[in-house]
């Protein structure tokens, strides 16, 4: 699925770093695009594997999905010490602002762990989210207290402490104490009047399942519970993140109006246009790419015969980022080329590399041209080795066709 890297301010002013993950195939006449936010766990990122392959197995429904490190964490700005709920909840609401202003509003809103009670209380703030759901999360932020139990006496008398939370140690204030304490009552829940969807696992060890009935009792309806049977608290069983993904998908569709309605089908909005004119994928030949208009600016549709994907512009140039420039495209080509070839050699040679990543820039420069192109490894090779595959990326068939100054010629062919 097309994924970019977003970054948008809090508050406060920091910068927070977010992925957006969008569906590979474009919206169509009949098929519109939804966004989402996902809310990661406490002291997590976006990264962790569950809200990944939950974003992804979403994206491949049709709900574009934006993932983001709150504040202090992972690749975002700020200081975690200084963070408590109240602000996970502000970072929630810059997250959505954003994405209305640049993309779309998002019609729901996804809650893994403390993320969960987090998009509970943000969805007061956002009329336009249709949907909810919680993911092995408690009914009130007050729950996490138990994971630093040991330190309150420390945060009492001192007002900071260092606790360690999971594999990882934090400096913690005695404000995100009195901050959860504010934060005990589930009233809240029942007022959202809008369809929740709660899945948690019966042996979760972090978030009792009785944090879920209670979710479940405050909710009204539409609500629906569903068990995760065997699954940890941060599913990192492949199979139980993806079988998130899918019924999630499923019982979203009900709620935030995937199907196009007849009012979306004639608007111009990005989230309803069509694949071609007609509606309908245009016929590719083997051995070819066809490209078609999306919209009246950058937006097009690629095609291949068993393919397709879509590329844009960024918001700078007037576009509105919803797939790779054709520049990034055409680096992506490259690289995508030059990873092949090596692993092909690599395994050829059995070396013990583990993995390849290929980092390509370009750049305008007065005179001419370029693209840099970086290679790095992983797994138990000598430098000899390594040179050697510096040398084979060279090889790469796509770079050899850039060399020899390919001749492009356009016709016309009969109108359609």
């Not at 957006?20 to 936010?37: H, M, S, V």
């Not at 969960?116 to 007050?142: N, R």
């Not at 004119?277 to 690629?302: A, I, M, Q, Y």
Request: proline share 4%; hydrophobic share 40%.
């Amino acid at each position: 699925m097309p994924r970019t890297k977003v970054e948008f301010k809090n508050e406060q002013g920091e910068t927070l770093a977010g992925l957006l993950e969008t569906p590979a195939t474009p919206a169509t006449k009949d098929r519109a695009t939804r966004f989402a936010i996902f809310a990661h766990c406490f002291t997590c990122s976006k990264d962790v594997a569950a809200a990944s392959r939950i974003s992804r197995s979403l994206a491949a429904k049709g709900i574009a999905v934006f993932r983001f490190d709150f504040t202090g964490l992972g690749n975002s700005d700020g200081d975690f010490a200084n963070t408590n709920f109240s602000s996970n909840v502000e970072d929630l609401l810059a997250a959505a602002k954003m994405l209305e202003e640049k993309y779309q509003a998002p019609s729901l809103l996804i809650g893994h762990s403390l993320g969960g009670a987090a998009v509970l209380s943000a969805a007061h703030h956002l009329p336009k989210v249709k949907a909810i759901a919680t993911i092995g999360s408690p009914a009130t932020a007050d729950h996490v207290q138990h994971l630093f139990i040991d330190a309150v006496p420390e945060l009492e008398a001192k007002g900071e402490a260092r606790v360690r939370i999971g594999l990882r140690e934090f400096n913690i204030k005695k404000q995100l104490l009195d901050d959860l304490n504010k934060n005990t009552s589930a009233d809240h829940i029942g007022k959202l009047r809008r369809p929740i969807l709660i899945f948690h696992s019966p042996v979760d060890s972090i978030v009792s399942v009785d944090e879920a009935a209670k979710i479940y009792t405050a909710a009204k309806h539409p609500k629906s519970f569903i068990s995760l049977d065997q699954a940890d608290h941060l599913l990192s069983n492949k199979y139980d993140s993806e079988y998130v993904g899918a019924t999630l998908a499923a019982w979203a569709e009900r709620y935030i109006g995937l199907s196009a309605t007849e009012a979306e089908k004639g608007e111009s909005s990005t989230a309803s246009k069509s694949l071609a004119s007609d509606s309908k994928r245009p016929e590719v030949n083997d051995g070819e790419v066809v490209v078609t208009e999306l919209d009246k600016k950058f937006l097009r549709g690629l095609y291949t015969k068993e393919h397709e994907i879509i590329s844009d512009e960024p918001l700078d140039y007037g576009g509105e980022n919803l797939g790779p420039s054709p520049y990034k495209l055409l680096l992506m080509s490259v690289g995508s080329c030059t990873s092949m070839t090596l692993r092909m050699y690599a395994n050829r040679k059995k070396m013990a590399l583990d993995d390849i990543k290929v980092r390509l820039v370009y750049e305008r420069l007065e005179d001419e041209e370029r693209i840099t192109r970086y290679l790095s490894f992983k797994g138990d090779i000598t430098a000899e080795q390594k040179q050697r595959l510096v040398e084979i990326a060279d090889k790469c068939p796509v770079h050899r066709t850039l060399e020899n100054n390919p001749v492009i010629t356009s016709k016309l062919e009969a109108d359609f």
